[in-house]
């Protein structure tokens, strides 16, 4: 069972493009497992192999985590970086995803160009991102959970793993007397997806068996769909952008289908380098526009404020201090 992981390995390397990769160790037994198996492969020494641990100093034993990281790789003859972050606590969007901000900034900092950061998220992972991005109403995009390759930085990330078992994992680093470190905060079920993990995939599991694989099987279907929306929603904007950037065709925007208009909004903005809306916010604007043309439509939300002019919606940046007079 232990060769499982190895030849998965291989075969994805071999249609993998061209670059170094870089592990990213945490020294749980995911990423040690991973670690590990590239280390045995020589393919991925050809290329050039070294692991990246960030040390988000959120622990009394960090330090500690880190210098295991280190004594790991040295054993394994591959080069290790660490990093440390400072987490922002008060960011309002809760310590695991600051925490996850701040470790994703970390590694696309320390990418160099056209590097691969090798991730050992796996199918359980990925079935755990489908349900908690299912509860907060996500779209296609959303539930297309983790994707497999995308850039990062200078360079790209890869999850060979998503179609692979946690016990695949577990039957590796056993078989190789593999050592290494438990997360006292993976027992932590106030953390949203670790309540999922230990209470409530167990349960949807006695019922259903292949929840997992099943739940893993929609993300590809899904991240499928999202991607052909994607490509259309390019084309679209590309034939209702006025001729300031931050302008649209707001008739043009309005008589997309329903699936388009979102997505045609969000890449709007986020190509002007300004927020993006919650769906509330989409629909108060679909609202406003269809109103009386004697009426001023403006939706604000973050530091964004949408007016139309006319023919054409306007985007730009609120004045706070004049908002708040």
């Known amino acids: 069972m232990a060769a499982i992981l190895t030849s998965l390995l291989s075969e994805k390397l071999a249609a993998l493009q061209g670059g170094p990769l870089a592990v990213a160790c945490s020294g749980g037994m995911d990423s040690s497992a991973l670690l590990h198996a590239l280390a045995q492969l020589p393919d991925a020494r050809a290329r050039g192999l070294r692991a990246i641990h960030v040390d988000h100093d959120l622990q009394a034993d960090s330090a500690a985590w880190a210098a295991h990281c280190r004594d790991f790789a040295a054993a394994l003859h591959v080069p290790l970086h660490v990093a440390r972050v400072r987490v922002k606590c008060d ?26 950061l090798v991730l050992a998220q796996h199918r359980g992972d990925q079935a ?9 109403g996500a779209g296609p995009e959303g539930l297309g959970a983790m994707r497999a390759l995308r850039q990062l930085g200078k360079g790209y990330l890869w999850r060979p793993l998503l179609d692979l078992p946690r016990s695949t994992l577990v039957d590796y680093s056993n078989a190789h007397a593999l050592r ?13 997806r670790n309540f999922l993990r230990h209470e409530i995939f167990p349960h949807l599991e006695q019922h259903w068996p292949q929840a997992e694989a099943a739940l893993a099987h929609s993300a590809t279907w899904l991240r499928a769909a999202a991607d052909y929306i994607e490509a259309q929603a390019t084309t679209a904007l590309a034939s209702l952008r006025g001729a300031e950037p931050a302008t649209l065709d707001w008739r043009g925007w309005l008589a997309l289908p329903g699936a388009l208009r979102d997505p045609v909004l969000r890449r709007w903005l986020r190509e002007a380098g300004l927020d993006e809306p919650a769906h509330f916010h989409v629909a108060e604007l679909e609202r406003q526009l269809l109103a009386a043309n004697d009426r001023h439509p403006c939706v604000t939300f973050d530091d964004t404020q949408l007016r139309r002019d006319r023919n054409l919606l306007r985007a730009s940046r609120r004045d706070r201090a004049r908002a708040d007079d």
């Open 91 to 116: 960011s309002g969007t809760g310590m695991e995803d600051a925490a996850r901000r701040a470790r994703y900034a970390a590694f696309a900092d320390a990418l160099q160009a056209g590097e691969i």
């Open 180 to 192: 290494w470190i438990e997360d006292p905060s993976n027992a932590h079920t106030h953390l949203s």
């Open 128 to 136: 755990e991102t489908v349900l908690l991005k299912l509860l907060r």
